[in-house]
């Protein structure tokens, strides 16, 4: 099976960078995505990292390493807008076809 | 361009009752898939499906039920609702072959049972 670890809360001001990690464990691997979610609303696709390294993508980068099962969603120059919740997520199922996500870092800016 | 649309946004049962929530997606996305959604648990897989005439139970399927019987639909069917199914449902779809396995998701169904 699938399970990943992510700090359940993290509060910034507006202006800093804040880093989001995500421990997961699982059987066969096919990278880890990140989505945001928004108070009522649906979640939507942030980044994916099927490698190792650094992913970016304007204000928001994401980094993998899968020798130690580990990523982090970094986030820049923070805006208020950018209070949200945070999920990161495996593939998993039959051949990794299905998406796994972890409970969710909710990130709270203050100005 | 619709995307996926869920229907209805709200809905509320009483115990015993039954339900489908309606989901379609215009994308032509081979891979269809259903999860809950509750405070502090994150999204978990209910059910999934790859492609017509195949599903795949998830991470939480019992008392519910999927069938896929064209592309663009994919229902979820409660036949006896329970008060702990009380929570927010997302219908969510992917392309298959996409590099990042990107997933859009609906609006989300969301569900009392009293």
């Known amino acids: 099976g699938q399970s990943l670890e992510q700090p359940s809360e993290v509060t910034a001001v507006e202006g800093a960078i804040v880093q989001i990690n995500c421990t997961y464990q699982?059987?066969?691997?096919?990278?880890l995505s990140w989505y945001q979610q928004h108070d009522g609303g649906a979640p939507t696709f942030l980044s994916y990292?099927?490698?190792?390294g650094l992913e970016e993508t304007g204000r928001f980068s994401s980094f993998l390493s899968r020798s130690d099962s580990y990523g982090y969603l970094l986030l820049q120059e923070l805006q208020m807008k950018d209070s949200a919740s945070y999920f990161c997520?495996?593939?998993?199922?039959?051949?990794?076809?299905?998406?796994?996500f972890g409970k969710g870092t909710t990130l709270s800016v203050s100005s | 361009n619709a995307g996926v649309t869920q229907t209805p946004k709200f809905q509320v049962l009483k115990t015993g009752q039954s339900m489908t929530l309606q989901c379609a997606q215009d994308?032509?996305?081979?891979?269809m898939s259903w999860y809950r959604q509750d405070p502090g648990m994150g999204l978990r897989l209910i059910h999934y499906?790859?492609?017509?005439?195949?599903?795949d139970q998830g991470e939480v399927p019992n008392g519910y039920n999927v069938s896929r019987s064209t592309t663009e639909d994919f229902p979820l069917r409660l036949l006896s609702a329970a008060p702990s199914q009380t929570s927010v449902y997302f219908c969510?779809?992917?392309?298959?072959?996409?590099?990042?396995?990107?997933?859009?998701f609906g609006e989300g169904s969301r569900l009392t049972v009293l």
């Open positions: 997520a495996v593939r998993g199922g039959q051949a990794g076809t299905a998406l796994i």
């Open positions: 994308m032509n996305h081979e891979y």
């Open positions: 990292n099927g490698l190792d």
């Open positions: 699982t059987s066969g691997f096919y990278g």
């Open positions: 499906s790859v492609g017509a005439g195949i599903t």
């Open positions: 969510a779809s992917s392309l298959t072959g996409s590099p990042t396995g990107e997933l859009f």
